[in-house]
């Protein structure tokens, strides 16, 4: 069982990237996926979540309207979830982490609801 993240770079602030989190060894369709984020001397922050019932996607105000989440569905053997980041800013530099947690959760923020983790992809807002 493994989720590994990919997409992370260095970007302009208003520039895009598109992260990933690929699933091996389990099926996402039945899971919650939760986006999170760990800036140098911060906490680490739910940033974002699709509900692991209906789908719904759930985003931090830190980053609504600028973050999307989203499943692919269009090939399901490709079990990846996305994350759309536009507009980004030089405080959205961190690392980002997705998390998988069986069935429905709570509060999609809390981290320890989670069972697993990737190890993390890069991203630096900066001129």
């Known amino acids: 069982v493994q989720l590994e993240e990919s997409g992370g770079g260095l970007v302009q602030p208003g520039g895009s990237l598109r992260l990933s989190c690929v699933a091996s060894?389990?099926?996402?369709?039945?899971?919650?996926i939760g986006w999170f984020r760990q800036a140098p001397g911060k906490e680490r922050e739910a940033i974002s979540c699709?509900?692991?019932?209906?789908?719904?996607?759930?985003?931090?105000d830190s980053v609504k309207g600028r973050f999307t989440i989203s499943r692919d569905k269009g090939d399901k053997a490709s079990n990846t979830v996305y994350l759309q980041m536009n507009n980004l800013k030089p405080e959205d530099t961190a690392a980002y982490y997705c998390a998988a947690a069986l069935g429905v959760i709570s509060d999609y923020r809390i981290s320890a609801a989670y069972e697993y983790w990737g190890q993390g992809t890069q991203v630096t807002v900066s001129l």
């Open positions: 060894g389990f099926d996402l369709d039945h899971y919650a």
């Open positions: 699709l509900s692991g019932d209906d789908g719904r996607p759930y985003y931090a």
